[in-house]
């Protein structure tokens, strides 16, 4: 997908995701040599020189909102690439209300992607056609609800989760309630 020069890629939250106290998660947002949806392939290497650059200005990759920029809902404190892919680690702002309800959707199951919104500065096809992405330069990464990449699955720590689940109950439980009268 592309828009004004920047382009978006889903991909779910990967195998070792985790949900910790509440606010702070972490999984990977890209993961190297696997076909999307649109068939575009991230090659390992492809964020290294944006990551170097946005830490030598001091600059962070925004955590955004379904990529809405108007949709700030945290902060990515660690984002690296790894053997697999690229890795984030970031916490949830439970000042702002998408971040609470982000939260909130993450621990009912019902959000479990996230999506990268980057540039293409180097790219080349391969004979079928798809798309090897060489180097990005990385904006942003959203959680969304629908990711392009399916591959990669969401876990997450129950006792982290817990009294997330226990409040959701709770609340539909006095809702249930509520509409029986």
Known sequence: MQDSGLERKFARFGDGLSVEDGQVISGYASLFGTADR????VQKGAYGASLERLSKEGRQVKMLWQHDPAQ???LWEEVREDDRGLWVKGRLLDDVAKGREAAAL???????GLSIGYRTKKASKTTQGQRLLMELEL???SLVTFPMLPSARLTAKEDALLPL????????????GMAAQ
């Open 38 to 41: 649109g068939g575009d392939i």
């Open 165 to 176: 689940r226990e409040a959701a109950a709770y609340l539909r439980s006095i809702s249930r």
């Open 72 to 74: 700030p809902i945290g």
């Open 139 to 141: 904006w942003e990464v």
């Open 106 to 112: 993450i621990a009912a199951g019902a959000i479990d």
